[in-house]
């Protein structure tokens, strides 16, 4: 039997996480020949915004597309942003999961340190060939190099690195890449950039497409975005690991320290209420804290929460009640789990008393949302009135809210409807980011489809001249894979996306209100011009008047009667505006 396990596990061995996703490409969103090169331009040119952004300059993007065989192209993506340090240019394009996003709580693009590198494993696998870079800091000097991807090693490949004098400041990477193709369909390049200009409309993009046309999607909004503050975890919304991790980082001396210095919302009156809690686990040094420990902890964490959310679960603690209904009884139950984590051992209706009590009296301040940097109320109006040019716009910015405990996030919609608008089309963002595929296990698809749009004067929303953007901005969007083009169904994104539907539903009635009385009345009006002659012909007759005195008079009426159209026409177009 030994020899058989020896057997069975002689091909065991490390793989790299280069290796795995050279593999697994389809996760990345190389899966197909349209996607591919989307996929493509969408890493890359998420990269120049996050770039241009942290540093306050207005991107401007330049994209092209070359076609140099059968499903074999050339993409050149090059931004204004601050350059990358040539030291630092390898690890960017030639190493997955390195970057500069991943281990920080804010709200950037990119969040996993895969991108940039992604676009080089796609290139190296498809073709055999190095990208090739081209970066200055405006120091005056200009680098350019190949890069490749180790795969066994996950490192990078370093060729024909030169420099040279330069006052040029920005990246430009060349791409050449096989088995994808360019359409203009809604996954094509040209679409992403589409999108990508009306969620960001302090961007400037030109984008000249294999047939030579060039596509300049200017920009409406000349402030650039201010970048969004890191953020540090909240109490509420961590595991035992991260508990743990964070004490083998902090250089504090007590475990109380680290919690101040490690989390946001605790302050020292929080740490002294946890250490009337638990003391046999504050007095401990950082590095001594055992997995037990921070399980407690956390659960502490959890129960001031539950707490602070829940009224009938105060009531139970506070007034300490034998006699339960069904309903607080399921509420007790609650408490006597997390008891039971703190305690480590089966509680008794007092010992859940003993421990809840004292957490009534512990104060943490929630998860901090001012991280957190949307498109704006108003630059979405801007946008989507330079870009659709439609009749009518209707946009609704949520308030921060958080997820998972702390994870804060903010929902916008915007809608647009009629004018040069001809078809139903839904716009999904994460973080200004177009979400182009993976519509169907989409958490923001789900949330459309669920409103009852008929009671906001669409029978049929589906089929009518109407655009919905939807963006949701978060320090860690809940993406459902690595390719990061659906919102997974989290219950607090769903609610809140739902929320702000509603909300920009009743907009949409008043419209659709409006524009039925305005139908209305052009219909009456309508039938009364139609008659007018016969009318004015008949009073001439019984009067004696002149015909055409007696129509002009009739008009004149019918003008008086009606002129309430023009001024529900004038006020629709002014909240359009």
Same mark, same amino acid.
């Given at each position: 039997?030994?020899?058989?396990?020896?057997?069975?596990?002689?091909?065991?061995?490390?793989?790299?996480?280069?290796?795995?996703?050279?593999?697994?490409?389809?996760?990345?969103?190389?899966?197909?020949?349209?996607?591919?090169?989307?996929?493509?331009?969408?890493? *890359?040119?998420?990269?120049?915004?996050?770039?241009?952004?942290?540093?306050?300059?207005?991107?401007?993007?330049?994209?092209?597309?070359?076609?140099?065989?059968?499903?074999?192209?050339? *993409?050149?993506?090059?931004?204004? +942003?601050?350059?990358?340090?040539?030291? @630092?240019?390898?690890?960017?394009?030639?190493?997955?999961?390195?970057?500069?996003?991943?281990?920080?709580?804010?709200?950037?693009?990119?969040?996993?340190?895969?991108?940039?590198?992604?676009?080089? !494993?796609?290139? #190296?696998?498809?073709?055999?060939?190095?990208? /090739?870079?081209?970066?200055?800091?405006?120091?005056?000097?200009?680098?350019?190099?190949?890069?490749?991807?180790?795969?066994?090693?996950?490192?990078?490949?370093?060729?024909?690195?030169?420099?040279?004098?330069?006052?040029?400041?920005?990246?430009?990477? @060349?791409?050449?890449?096989?088995?994808?193709?360019?359409?203009?369909?809604?996954?094509?390049?040209?679409?992403?950039?589409?999108?990508?200009?009306?969620?960001?409309?302090?961007?400037?993009?030109?984008?000249?497409?294999?047939?030579?046309?060039? /596509?300049?999607?200017?920009?409406?909004?000349?402030?650039?975005?201010?970048?969004?503050?890191?953020?540090?975890?909240?109490?509420?919304?961590?595991?035992?690991?991260?508990?743990?991790?964070?004490?083998? !980082?902090?250089?504090?001396?007590?475990?109380?320290? !680290?919690?101040?210095?490690?989390?946001?919302?605790? +302050?020292?009156?929080?740490?002294?209420?946890?250490?009337?809690?638990?003391?046999?686990?504050?007095?401990? =040094?950082?590095?001594?804290?055992?997995?037990?420990?921070? =399980?407690?902890?956390?659960?502490?964490?959890?129960?001031?929460?539950?707490?602070?959310?829940?009224?009938?679960? $105060?009531?139970?603690?506070?007034?300490?009640?034998?006699?339960?209904?069904?309903?607080?009884?399921?509420?007790?139950?609650?408490?006597?789990?997390?008891?039971?984590?703190?305690?480590? =051992?089966?509680?008794?209706?007092?010992?859940?008393?003993?421990?809840?009590?004292?957490?009534?009296?512990?104060?943490?301040?929630?998860?901090?949302?001012?991280?957190?940097?949307?498109?704006?109320?108003?630059?979405?109006?801007?946008?989507?009135?330079?870009? *659709?040019?439609? #009749?009518?716009?209707?946009?609704?910015?949520?308030?921060?809210?958080?997820?998972?405990?702390?994870?804060?996030?903010?929902?916008?919609?915007?809608?647009?409807?009629? +004018?040069?608008? $001809?078809?139903?089309?839904? !716009?999904?963002?994460?973080?200004?980011?177009?979400?182009?595929?993976?519509?169907?296990?989409?958490?923001?698809?789900?949330?459309?489809?669920?409103?009852?749009?008929?009671?906001?004067?669409?029978?049929?929303?589906?089929?009518?001249?109407?655009?919905?953007?939807?963006?949701?901005?978060?320090?860690?969007?809940?993406?459902?894979?690595?390719?990061?083009?659906?919102?997974?169904?989290?219950? =607090?994104?769903?609610?809140? @996306?739902?929320?702000a539907l509603m909300e920009v539903g009743r907009k949409l009635k008043e419209y659709t209100s409006k524009v039925s009385a305005v139908q209305e009345l052009l219909q009456k009006k309508k039938v009364l011009e139609h008659y007018l002659p016969l009318i004015a012909?008949? *009073?001439?007759?019984?009067?004696?008047?002149?015909?055409?005195?007696?129509?002009?008079?009739?008009?004149?009426?019918?003008?008086?009667?009606?002129?309430?159209?023009?001024?529900?026409l004038a006020k629709i177009e002014g909240e359009s505006a």
């Amino acid at each position: 039997m030994a020899e058989e396990a020896v057997d069975i596990f002689k091909e065991f061995k490390e793989h790299s996480v280069a290796e795995f996703f050279k593999k697994n490409r389809h996760m990345l969103g190389y899966s197909g020949k349209v996607r591919s090169l989307t996929t493509a331009v969408h890493e *890359l040119v998420t990269n120049s915004l996050d770039a241009c952004e942290e540093a306050g300059i207005l991107p401007d993007i330049y994209v092209k597309l070359e076609k140099l065989g059968d499903e074999h192209y050339r *993409l050149t993506v090059r931004d204004n +942003g601050p350059g990358i340090p040539p030291h @630092i240019a390898p690890k960017v394009f030639g190493k997955l999961l390195a970057g500069t996003k991943f281990h920080r709580m804010i709200q950037t693009r990119g969040q996993q340190g895969i991108g940039a590198a992604g676009v080089t !494993m796609f290139v #190296q696998i498809t073709t055999g060939k190095p990208i /090739h870079l081209k970066t200055s800091t405006g120091d005056g000097t200009v680098w350019e190099m190949d890069i490749m991807i180790d795969v066994m090693k996950n490192e990078p490949i370093v060729k024909n690195k030169t420099h040279y004098p330069g006052n040029w400041r920005g990246t430009e990477v @060349i791409a050449e890449m096989k088995g994808v193709e360019y359409n203009k369909g809604k996954y094509s390049v040209y679409e992403y950039l589409r999108r990508t200009a009306i969620a960001n409309p302090h961007v400037n993009i030109v984008f000249e497409d294999p047939e030579g046309k060039i /596509h300049t999607f200017e920009r409406s909004v000349f402030e650039p975005v201010k970048i969004g503050e890191e953020a540090k975890p909240h109490p509420f919304g961590i595991t035992p690991d991260d508990l743990v991790t964070l004490s083998r !980082m902090s250089r504090a001396k007590t475990v109380g320290r !680290m919690l101040t210095n490690s989390l946001h919302g605790m +302050g020292g009156k929080a740490v002294i209420g946890m250490m009337q809690v638990l003391p046999h686990v504050l007095k401990k =040094e950082p590095s001594k804290l055992t997995w037990n420990d921070a =399980e407690r902890i956390v659960a502490t964490f959890q129960a001031i929460r539950y707490l602070s959310e829940n009224k009938v679960a $105060k009531k139970i603690v506070e007034e300490k009640k034998e006699d339960l209904t069904e309903e607080e009884r399921l509420h007790f139950n609650n408490l006597k789990k997390y008891a039971k984590t703190i305690l480590g =051992e089966e509680p008794t209706v007092e010992k859940v008393y003993k421990v809840m009590t004292p957490l009534l009296s512990i104060r943490i301040r929630g998860p901090r949302t001012d991280v957190l940097v949307p498109i704006g109320e108003e630059r979405i109006r801007k946008s989507l009135r330079a870009n *659709l040019q439609p #009749q009518f716009v209707a946009v609704v910015e949520r308030k921060p809210k958080v997820y998972s405990g702390g994870i804060p996030f903010q929902v916008e919609v915007g809608v647009a409807v009629g +004018g040069k608008i $001809k078809s139903f089309e839904l !716009m999904r963002f994460a973080n200004r980011v177009p979400l182009l595929f993976d519509a169907g296990g989409c958490a923001i698809t789900e949330a459309v489809r669920s409103i009852d749009w008929k009671r906001y004067g669409f029978p049929d929303f589906f089929s009518s001249p109407v655009v919905v953007l939807i963006n949701l901005s978060s320090t860690h969007v809940p993406y459902t894979t690595a390719g990061k083009q659906a919102i997974a169904d989290v219950p =607090e994104v769903f609610n809140e @996306i739902r929320a702000a539907l509603m909300e920009v539903g009743r907009k949409l009635k008043e419209y659709t209100s409006k524009v039925s009385a305005v139908q209305e009345l052009l219909q009456k009006k309508k039938v009364l011009e139609h008659y007018l002659p016969l009318i004015a012909k008949s *009073l001439a007759e019984l009067t004696g008047e002149d015909e055409k005195t007696v129509e002009n008079l009739l008009k004149k009426m019918v003008e008086e009667r009606y002129k309430k159209i023009n001024e529900l026409l004038a006020k629709i177009e002014g909240e359009s505006a």
